[in-house]
């Protein structure tokens, strides 16, 4: 939303790099709006990304081949994101068959890995055998290598952080309620500078996905 607020002009070049993966095509929607907040004071640009599974309680997994299979659950837990529960093969094979430009697959290749490896660990689960749910939802990949496709058309390769918030609450996964930060958070916030967030602050200020796109876009990797 800030990126295309700073530069409106680059929803039409992002649309048509998103268009490249080909492998959600249908699937999601971009609207973007305008609003104010505090009385009309200050203006701002809302982007929203949808997904044709809304609602749906769907519990069909993709596999590395595009396969589609019924995923049992023997325990009960909080389904957050609905749709395909794509692994991190299957989301790279996404990325690779794209026309996006090399910078923008790297770069969003590596923060899904960097999110892989904080959940592999978090569930003590091999690297492959990580099922994204909430990350691996439609509107979440879009969120990701949407941000990251905007920061290329900008022309933008170096960046930096201020101080990582923490807050506290907590927040409903698939996994069931978690404390905040949740633990694969937790994870990629190791090295980061933090801080306290405001004082009235509660719940989720610091996302998994968010995350793991700054510590790919921060962290040199060579």
Excluded at 70 to 82: F, G, K, L, P
Excluded at 141 to 149: H, S
Excluded at 164 to 179: A, K, N, Q, R, Y
Excluded at 201 to 214: D, N, Q
Aim: net charge negative; hydrophobic share 40%; proline share 6%.
């Amino acid at each position: 939303s800030s990126l295309l607020d700073h530069a409106p002009s680059l929803l039409p070049p992002l649309l048509s790099h998103l268009d490249s993966l080909e492998a959600l095509k249908g699937e999601w929607k971009i609207d973007v709006t305008e609003t104010t907040k505090g009385e009309g004071i200050i203006g701002c640009t809302v982007v929203d990304v949808t997904s044709i599974w809304g609602d749906k309680d769907d519990n069909v997994v993709v596999d590395f081949n595009g396969h589609d299979h019924v995923h049992d659950h023997d325990h009960e837990h909080s389904h957050a994101r609905s749709g395909p529960h794509r692994t991190l093969p299957v989301i790279t094979k996404i990325i690779e068959e794209s026309k996006l430009p090399p910078w923008v697959k790297h770069m969003s290749k590596l923060a899904f890995t960097l999110l892989a490896e904080a959940e592999s660990y978090t569930h003590r689960t091999k690297l492959e055998d990580v099922f994204f749910h909430e990350v691996g939802a439609v509107d979440s990949l879009i969120d990701v290598i949407g941000t990251i496709t905007c920061l290329w058309l900008l022309n933008a390769r170096t960046f930096s952080t201020s101080p990582i918030p923490f807050s506290e609450g907590s927040v409903f996964t698939d996994h069931g309620i978690l404390p905040v930060p949740a633990p694969a958070t937790s994870k990629l916030m190791v090295g980061f500078e933090t801080c306290l967030g405001p004082r009235s602050a509660r719940g989720e200020l610091v996302t998994p996905t968010g995350m793991a796109v700054l510590k790919a876009l921060t962290w040199d990797y060579e």
